[in-house]
């Protein structure tokens, strides 16, 4: 197989979904077919790797429902859309909404194909930064309160002189807590240290500390 991810087909005409999934699966993906939109919401879990082939046009939750369903619930799998039906402001719709791709039918195989790996390749990234963005707070969860302390003004460029006098300590003590906090957070420069809580959401401005 490709991936351990898996492309999700949600379409209400069987031989449609068949026919996808026959593609799909030659293809070295993982599939799962649904025949409705309520289906999917039901069986697949919040946190599925992989990407959604969607029909547009579907009895019930339609593909444009279901696509501000999963971004209420916080699920991000990439989305390319399949409609007979289609017109040019419903895609636009779609791709502003965040879709990979917006194929009418019929569409060439290798055209579905194409925004497949495209969807599968972002939900990679995303999972990756994901990861990364996990590490860090677990990172971060590790220092001690003074040491967040010390990561706090640090990250805005605050000497270790400036340092201890903001917290009331000599400076030996604020450089030992310095050096515990950057071996905690894997970095040898504030440069990594800055660029980590860029990443981590946290502020870089003295008011963090206040």
């Known amino acids: 197989m490709k991936d351990e991810a898996t492309v999700f087909v949600v379409d209400d005409d069987p031989s449609v979904g068949k026919a996808l999934g026959r ?34 046009h579907m009895p019930g939750l339609n593909g444009l429902e279901l696509q501000a369903e999963l971004s209420d619930r916080r699920m991000h799998l990439p989305i390319i859309f399949i409609t007979g039906q289609g017109d040019i402001p419903m895609s636009v719709k ?3 909404a965040g879709a990979i791709d917006f194929l009418a039918k019929p569409f060439e195989e290798d055209a579905l194909l194409t925004a ?6 972002k939900d990679r990234h995303m999972r990756r ?15 001690t309160t003074r040491e967040r302390e010390v990561f706090d003004l640090v990250i805005t460029g605050a000497l270790n002189k400036q340092i201890a006098a903001q917290l009331g300590t000599a400076e030996k003590t604020v450089k030992v807590h310095r050096g515990r906090m950057m ?3 894997n970095v040898k420069s504030v440069a990594e240290l800055v660029s980590l809580a860029g990443k981590a959401g946290v502020q870089t401005d003295s008011s963090a500390t206040r």
Do not use: I
């Open 183 to 185: 071996r905690k957070m």
């Open 116 to 121: 497949v790996e495209t969807a599968m390749e």
């Open 94 to 96: 779609a791709m502003k």
């Open 129 to 143: 930064e994901q990861a990364e963005l996990q590490e860090v707070h677990q990172r971060l969860e590790c220092l």
């Open 23 to 56: 593609l799909l699966r030659s293809a070295g993906f993982n599939v799962e077919l649904f025949d409705s939109a309520e289906a999917f919401l039901q069986q697949v879990p919040q946190g599925a790797a992989g990407c959604l082939v969607l029909d547009v």
